[in-house]
């Protein structure tokens, strides 16, 4: 009964995969909000203010860096908790791909979110004189907020990580 109850248990893992195949769709609702900016901007390019050029293009970069997290949520994902990728030879791996385990991911994860905040906050800053000053102000303590707990995880990661080492 207890084999078959760990069996059951390891097997449940597949539970997982098509969750990362749904992020996948997630990457294409981006890809497609992405270039509906792209055709967005283009008919108006000429008319368009440089601050507000740079607003859009902070919203694509941050698109792209959400795409970015999920790409790597999506396949270190799968291969950390559920199976190793098995891509043929002759396709081009991620050099990454197998050498990323979950403590790795989170500290990514982490550092991803603290980007995308910094550029959200940049979006802000650039229209600050719209924004109430308390607003803005909750804007930058939440994105403090994202900074530190980065640097906590990044932190007790690194010092996980010295006690293994000296466990050996």
């Given at each position: 009964?207890?084999?078959?109850?760990?069996?059951?248990?390891?097997?449940?893992?597949?539970?997982?995969?098509?969750?990362?195949?749904?992020?996948?769709?997630?990457?294409?609702?981006?890809?497609?909000?992405?270039?509906?900016?792209?055709?967005?901007?283009?008919?108006?390019?000429?008319?368009?203010?440089?601050?507000?050029?740079?607003?859009?293009?902070?919203?694509?970069?941050?698109?792209?860096?959400?795409?970015?997290?999920?790409?790597?949520?999506?396949?270190?994902?799968?291969?950390?908790?559920?199976?190793?990728?098995?891509?043929?030879?002759?396709?081009?791996?991620?050099?990454?791909?197998?050498?990323?385990?979950?403590?790795?991911?989170?500290?990514?994860?982490?550092?991803?979110?603290?980007?995308?905040?910094?550029?959200?906050?940049?979006?802000?800053?650039?229209?600050?004189?719209?924004?109430?000053?308390?607003?803005?102000?909750?804007?930058?303590?939440?994105?403090?907020?994202?900074?530190?707990?980065a640097f906590v995880m990044g932190y007790l990661d690194a010092m996980s990580r010295r006690e293994k080492g000296s466990i050996h």
């Open positions: 009964m207890e084999r078959f109850t760990e069996n059951l248990i390891y097997a449940s893992r597949w539970l997982l995969a098509p969750i990362y195949l749904g992020l996948s769709l997630g990457l294409l609702a981006l890809a497609i909000k992405f270039f509906q900016e792209v055709f967005h901007l283009l008919p108006n390019i000429l008319s368009m203010a440089e601050n507000d050029l740079v607003l859009v293009l902070l919203s694509m970069i941050d698109l792209t860096l959400v795409g970015g997290l999920l790409v790597m949520v999506m396949l270190s994902g799968y291969e950390n908790f559920v199976s190793r990728l098995d891509i043929s030879e002759h396709k081009e791996k991620l050099s990454w791909l197998g050498k990323m385990d979950s403590g790795s991911l989170k500290n990514k994860v982490a550092a991803s979110i603290v980007a995308i905040s910094s550029i959200h906050l940049l979006r802000v800053f650039m229209d600050a004189r719209n924004i109430p000053d308390n607003k803005l102000m909750w804007y930058v303590i939440i994105h403090l907020a994202f900074v530190l707990s």
